[in-house]
């Protein structure tokens, strides 16, 4: 059976709505990445950049085990291996791969600042700071991914116009996309007045039984999260570097 190295996040409801949405049996290996579970060497060894999620499949295309990393390599993975949601004919099949890559490049890295700089950022610095000096230094930042954050919306809901899905059809572009716009009253957006194309393409999305199904998994392994100091979670999410882990640190 499939493993999926996992905690829900928006890159770990990626590949578990794929999985749900082709009727694959898969099992979820915790990464409670709040705990630090991303830099256990056992992890590493299949997802060396410890981050999650990563997959090992023990039936590879050799007959042997495989392991990948990086959700956009693991949605390419599993529709060439189960042959769905992505094209066969070669136009088609790019025209899905690039949009999996502008959510890869773009979507996941820029929301996810904009995470950062909107909550993450505040939290951390008002333990040090009054609350105009921490307004004062993550002005920048929430800004520049704030308006980063819109831009992407508009590119989306420009390609979403007059079609159902991204690509036209159903695929693993809309599976990759749609985790990252489920928290969008996070990042500062209004899918009512600015974006009427995403928010109806939301609104199929969330209602789709695989994906309502992926999300209920996922907040399962969520209530196993181990409790950490908020210091200790912290220094795992937003500081800790693999060296810290018994690596040697650089000269
Ligand atoms: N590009 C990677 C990003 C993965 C990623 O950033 N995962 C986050 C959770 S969404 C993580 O594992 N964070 C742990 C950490 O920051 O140490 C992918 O799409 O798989």
Redesign the pocket.
């Known amino acids: 059976m499939i493993d999926i190295y996992y ?1 829900p ?4 409801h ?1 590949v578990t709505i794929f999985l749900e949405e082709a009727g694959v049996p898969y099992r979820l290996v915790p ?1 409670d ?1 709040g705990a630090g579970d ?2 256990t060497p056992q992890f590493l060894e299949i997802s060396p ?6 997959m090992v499949d023990p039936d590879g295309p050799d007959g042997k085990a495989i392991a990948i ?4 390599a ?1 949605l390419i993975y599993l529709a060439e291996k189960y042959g769905k949601f992505m094209p066969k004919d070669t136009r088609g099949r790019y025209a899905v791969i690039q949009w999996v890559m502008w959510q ?1 490049a773009n979507v ?2 820029m929301l ?1 600042q904009t995470h950062h700089f909107r909550m993450y950022a505040p939290e951390v610095l008002k333990k040090d700071f009054p609350p105009e000096e921490v307004e004062k230094r993550v002005k920048y930042g929430y800004d520049r991914y704030s308006n980063e954050a819109k831009r992407l919306y508009a590119v989306l809901d420009n390609e979403l116009e007059g079609k159902d899905y991204m690509c036209g059809e159903y695929s693993i572009a809309d599976m990759a996309t749609f985790p990252w716009i489920l928290p969008y009253k996070r990042q500062g957006v209004d899918l009512e007045t600015e974006f009427p194309n995403v928010r109806r393409w939301f609104d199929v999305m969330k209602e789709r039984p695989a994906v309502h199904k992926a999300i209920e998994e996922g907040r399962k392994v969520g209530e196993t999260a181990r409790q950490v100091s908020d210091e200790e979670r912290r220094a ?3 500081g ?1 570097r693999q060296w810290d882990r018994g690596r040697p640190a650089a000269s």
Do not use: D
């Not at 950049?49 to 990563?54: S, T, V």
């Open positions: 905690w996040t928006p890159n770990g990626k990464v990445i991303q830099f950049n410890n981050r999650m999620p990563a990393f990086e959700s956009g693991i890869m996941g890295p996810g795992n999410l937003f800790k």
